[in-house]
């Protein structure tokens, strides 16, 4: 229960109303609470209200919209409570940031929206961009996934790809990556061709095996049911009633890109995940997927997820790196900008020195 009325206390400025919200379950309070106070430690230091508890009751004081933003956060936490949720201090972070974006989305139906469940472990989205991009998948035909290292953009999808293939609206799944060094390098590797391309794709079996049994993962495979294989090996193919995944598609050429989208066959469904900040080309090569947008932007049933730093659903610290090689990127690139612009100065200045010491 909430309710908001002027201050009682005359020492708060008259500008500032309080908000009670009532707990009756007092289990949920210190679920709510957290463990010595952890959690509302979280939720003040988010806020410009101030914030007391006393019993089953908490005090929210403060301007009207910072306690109403309160009023929000808390709202969202009990309901995470109440759907059997275990309150952390990262969902708490990530509803918090999901309100203060002012997004439409309710936090508690974002953090609660599952795809896969395995062995008491549930996969789902945890931040807004991520059901954004999980949304979309289910939505379009072809989905394109470009962010930083840690947003999940292929392990999500792949979690889709599991759903479809259980769910039956799809009779298999194809990963796919490309290996960029698949020329002399991969040459000197010992072993077979399936020796050499396995370190490529040694990322998307670990994610495999979080989602299906290991066991039926070789059956699985050997039946075709699921396909892990090089990019090289799409060419000339044609993919029906396929979950189809590219996963590090920034270090396609555009023409291997065009190679890879006209497999879609029907029924079918495509993921292209990858991040433009990583690309491992050789010097000179354009990226596919650093083009793609530009080609095929406003077409229809194509769509293009973009996911950032607020994303990162590894350690704390990956997005602040994210964060840090993003503002080291931009103060580079305007240096360079300074310097073309300089060297652009430069000759008229030499040359009209030169024409004084004549």
Do not use: C
């Not at 708060?12 to 679920?31: F, K």
């Not at 309710?106 to 931040?127: C, D, H, M, Q």
Request: charged residues 25%; aromatic residues 4%.
């Amino acid at each position: 229960m909430t309710e908001t009325q002027p201050p009682a206390n005359p020492g708060v400025p008259a500008a500032h109303v309080q908000t009670r919200i009532t707990v009756d379950d007092p289990h949920v309070m210190v679920r709510l609470l957290g463990a010595r106070d952890e959690l509302l430690k979280l939720v003040e230091s988010s806020i410009a209200s101030d914030v007391h508890v006393r019993g089953n009751q908490i005090t929210i004081t403060g301007q009207p919209a910072d306690n109403a933003l309160a009023e929000r956060i808390f709202s969202e936490l009990l309901e995470l409570i109440q759907k059997g949720e275990t309150l952390t201090a990262d969902a708490v972070r990530r509803t918090v940031g999901m309100l203060e974006e002012g997004t439409t989305e309710r936090p508690a139906e974002v953090l609660t929206l599952n795809i896969l469940s395995r062995r008491g472990r549930t996969i789902r989205p945890k931040t807004l961009g991520q059901k954004k991009y999980v949304d979309a998948i289910d939505q379009h035909t072809i989905v394109f996934g470009i962010g930083p290292a840690g947003t999940g953009k292929t392990y999500l999808a792949m979690a889709k790809a599991v759903q479809s293939l259980q769910a039956k609206q799809v009779n298999r799944i194809i990963l796919t990556r490309p290996a960029v060094e698949a020329g002399e390098r991969l040459g000197f590797l010992p072993g077979t061709l399936y020796d050499k391309i396995d370190p490529y794709l040694r990322p998307l079996y670990d994610a495999l095996h979080d989602m299906i049994d290991p066991e039926s993962i070789p059956k699985l495979i050997a039946a075709g049911t699921i396909e892990v294989a090089p990019l090289a090996y799409m060419r000339g193919r044609t993919l029906n009633d396929a979950f189809i995944i590219l996963d590090e598609a920034q270090n396609t050429t555009p023409e291997q890109m065009k190679m890879f989208l006209t497999r879609l066959g029907f029924g079918s469904k495509i993921v292209v995940t990858g991040d433009v900040t990583q690309v491992d080309l050789p010097g000179g090569t354009r990226s596919g997927l650093r083009v793609v947008r530009d080609i095929l932007d406003g077409l229809a049933d194509v769509h293009f997820s973009m996911l950032g730093s607020a994303d990162v659903v590894r350690h704390r610290l990956v997005s602040n790196i994210v964060d840090a090689y993003d503002r080291w990127d931009a103060a580079q690139e305007s240096q360079e900008q300074q310097g073309q612009q300089g060297v652009h100065a430069i000759p008229g200045r030499q040359a009209h020195g030169r024409g004084r010491r004549r």
